[in-house]
């Protein structure tokens, strides 16, 4: 496995646990170090927004946690179709389409066969 790799589940397990801002830093430092422009850039800068939309959720900033919420989730889809950007069995069209509907709740990224 990657280190881009570890970052990506990483993150989806800070995510997913509630540590948004330690999620977005793992995905902000993994994206850093990957090619501009390349799908899985795209990948992790979305991913980063959705935490950062998260974190500014949970601040009460509705307007900026929507804002990032809907950027995020579109550099997410776009990448989710790249079979060099797949999340490794993150469900990230589904997170996607669950992150606009912030702010009104916060998804998961890591879903079980049992989850709706």
Known sequence: MSSTDAALR?????????SHLEAHETW???WRSEPRGSARSKLLQG???????????????????????HKGAALVEQAAGDANARGHGLALLEFARDMRSM???????????TDC
């Open 28 to 30: 902000e430092a993994a």
């Open 47 to 69: 991913l980063a927004q959705c935490a950062a939309a998260a974190v500014k959720l949970e601040r009460g900033e509705l307007r900026g946690a929507r804002s990032l919420a």
């Open 103 to 113: 702010p009104c709740a916060v998804p998961r990224l890591m879903r079980k066969s």
């Open 10 to 18: 990483r993150g989806a397990e800070l995510f997913d646990a509630g």
